[in-house]
Protein backbone atom coordinates (compact mmCIF):
# COMPACT_ATOMS: atom_id res chain seq x y z
CA UNK A 1 0.00 0.00 0.00
CA UNK A 2 2.58 2.68 0.90
CA UNK A 3 4.98 1.47 -2.23
CA UNK A 4 1.81 2.53 -4.19
CA UNK A 5 1.06 5.78 -2.56
CA UNK A 6 4.97 6.71 -3.20
CA UNK A 7 4.57 5.83 -7.02
CA UNK A 8 1.65 8.19 -7.38
CA UNK A 9 3.43 10.98 -5.24
CA UNK A 10 6.46 10.59 -7.78
CA UNK A 11 4.23 10.58 -10.42
CA UNK A 12 2.65 13.89 -9.31
CA UNK A 13 5.45 15.54 -8.83
CA UNK A 14 6.54 14.58 -12.20
CA UNK A 15 3.85 15.80 -13.91
CA UNK A 16 3.71 19.22 -12.26
CA UNK A 17 7.44 19.54 -12.91
CA UNK A 18 6.49 18.83 -16.92
CA UNK A 19 3.41 21.01 -16.65
CA UNK A 20 5.51 23.79 -15.12
CA UNK A 21 8.44 23.68 -17.50
CA UNK A 22 5.71 22.98 -20.61
CA UNK A 23 3.44 25.90 -19.18
CA UNK A 24 4.90 27.77 -16.66
CA UNK A 25 7.84 29.07 -18.38
CA UNK A 26 5.96 30.59 -21.40
CA UNK A 27 3.91 32.39 -18.87
CA UNK A 28 6.27 33.95 -16.98
CA UNK A 29 8.13 34.81 -20.59
CA UNK A 30 4.83 36.40 -22.43
CA UNK A 31 4.12 38.09 -18.78
CA UNK A 32 7.97 39.74 -19.00
CA UNK A 33 7.09 40.73 -22.53
CA UNK A 34 4.15 42.10 -21.77
CA UNK A 35 5.99 43.99 -18.80
CA UNK A 36 8.39 45.07 -21.27
CA UNK A 37 5.70 46.32 -23.44
CA UNK A 38 4.31 48.37 -20.91
CA UNK A 39 6.65 49.72 -19.57
CA UNK A 40 8.21 51.08 -22.99
CA UNK A 41 4.90 52.48 -24.06
CA UNK A 42 4.87 54.65 -21.01
CA UNK A 43 8.15 56.08 -21.38
CA UNK A 44 7.44 56.74 -25.31
CA UNK A 45 4.45 58.10 -24.25
CA UNK A 46 5.48 60.23 -21.12
CA UNK A 47 5.25 58.68 -17.55
CA UNK A 48 1.47 59.63 -16.77
CA UNK A 49 -1.30 57.74 -15.38
CA UNK A 50 -3.15 57.37 -18.59
CA UNK A 51 0.04 56.24 -20.90
CA UNK A 52 0.97 53.81 -17.79
CA UNK A 53 -2.98 52.57 -18.64
CA UNK A 54 -2.62 52.24 -22.26
CA UNK A 55 0.66 50.32 -21.80
CA UNK A 56 -1.27 47.72 -19.97
CA UNK A 57 -4.17 47.58 -22.26
CA UNK A 58 -1.38 46.91 -25.41
CA UNK A 59 0.60 44.81 -23.44
CA UNK A 60 -3.10 42.83 -22.77
CA UNK A 61 -3.98 42.82 -26.35
CA UNK A 62 -0.26 41.29 -27.68
CA UNK A 63 -0.63 39.00 -24.97
CA UNK A 64 -4.27 38.33 -26.31
CA UNK A 65 -3.10 38.31 -30.36
CA UNK A 66 -0.12 35.72 -29.35
CA UNK A 67 -2.73 33.65 -27.65
CA UNK A 68 -4.80 33.93 -30.69
CA UNK A 69 -1.94 32.62 -33.22
CA UNK A 70 -0.57 30.11 -31.35
CA UNK A 71 -4.39 28.52 -30.94
CA UNK A 72 -4.86 28.80 -34.84
CA UNK A 73 -1.16 27.47 -35.54
CA UNK A 74 -1.73 24.61 -32.49
CA UNK A 75 -4.42 23.66 -35.01
CA UNK A 76 -2.88 23.06 -38.34
CA UNK A 77 -3.85 25.85 -39.95
CA UNK A 78 -0.05 26.77 -41.04
CA UNK A 79 1.03 22.99 -41.71
CA UNK A 80 0.50 23.47 -45.39
CA UNK A 81 2.77 26.81 -45.30
CA UNK A 82 5.72 25.35 -43.44
CA UNK A 83 5.07 21.64 -45.59
CA UNK A 84 6.10 23.58 -48.37
CA UNK A 85 8.40 26.05 -46.72
CA UNK A 86 10.65 23.04 -46.24
CA UNK A 87 10.09 21.65 -49.64
CA UNK A 88 11.33 25.30 -50.85
CA UNK A 89 14.39 25.06 -48.59
CA UNK A 90 15.17 22.14 -49.61
CA UNK A 91 15.37 22.39 -53.20
CA UNK A 92 17.35 25.83 -52.83
CA UNK A 93 19.92 24.11 -51.05
CA UNK A 94 20.01 20.90 -53.63
CA UNK A 95 19.10 18.46 -50.72
CA UNK A 96 17.93 15.07 -52.13
CA UNK A 97 16.54 13.78 -49.23
CA UNK A 98 12.87 13.78 -47.90
CA UNK A 99 12.31 13.96 -44.48
CA UNK A 100 8.24 13.73 -46.01
CA UNK A 101 6.43 12.22 -48.62
CA UNK A 102 3.78 14.74 -48.82
CA UNK A 103 1.63 17.44 -46.80
CA UNK A 104 -0.96 14.33 -46.02
CA UNK A 105 1.94 12.67 -43.81
CA UNK A 106 3.65 15.99 -42.36
CA UNK A 107 0.47 16.62 -41.20
CA UNK A 108 0.10 13.56 -39.17
CA UNK A 109 2.97 13.77 -37.97
CA UNK A 110 2.56 17.22 -36.36
CA UNK A 111 -0.73 16.35 -35.54
CA UNK A 112 0.71 13.66 -32.77
CA UNK A 113 3.64 15.62 -31.54
CA UNK A 114 0.10 19.05 -30.72
CA UNK A 115 -1.50 16.48 -28.85
CA UNK A 116 1.01 16.98 -25.75
CA UNK A 117 1.14 20.40 -26.01
CA UNK A 118 -2.80 21.25 -25.77
CA UNK A 119 -2.89 24.36 -23.48
CA UNK A 120 -0.04 26.22 -25.03
CA UNK A 121 -2.67 29.29 -26.05
CA UNK A 122 -4.05 28.95 -22.26
CA UNK A 123 -1.10 30.29 -20.53
CA UNK A 124 -0.59 33.71 -23.21
CA UNK A 125 -4.21 34.27 -22.60
CA UNK A 126 -4.46 34.27 -18.99
CA UNK A 127 -1.75 36.93 -19.18
CA UNK A 128 -3.03 38.76 -21.55
CA UNK A 129 -6.63 39.01 -20.16
CA UNK A 130 -4.37 39.91 -16.37
CA UNK A 131 -3.02 42.69 -18.08
CA UNK A 132 -6.60 43.59 -19.89
CA UNK A 133 -8.23 43.10 -16.17
CA UNK A 134 -5.98 45.73 -14.88
CA UNK A 135 -6.20 47.90 -17.74
CA UNK A 136 -9.77 48.01 -17.23
CA UNK A 137 -10.15 48.59 -13.94
CA UNK A 138 -8.08 51.52 -13.50
CA UNK A 139 -9.97 52.79 -16.82
CA UNK A 140 -13.01 52.55 -14.61
CA UNK A 141 -11.61 54.04 -11.51
CA UNK A 142 -10.18 57.11 -13.44
CA UNK A 143 -13.31 57.80 -15.52
CA UNK A 144 -16.20 56.75 -13.20
Request: hydrophobic residues 45%; aromatic residues 22%; positive net charge.
Amino acid sequence: MKKKENLENKYLNYKLKEFFFKYGLRFIIITLIGVIVFISYAWIKSFSLISFVDGLFVAGLIGVLVSGCSFVTNHGFFDIFAYNAIRFVNFVKQYKEKNYYGTYEYTKAKESKRKETRLIPLSYLISGCFFLLVSLIIYLVLFF
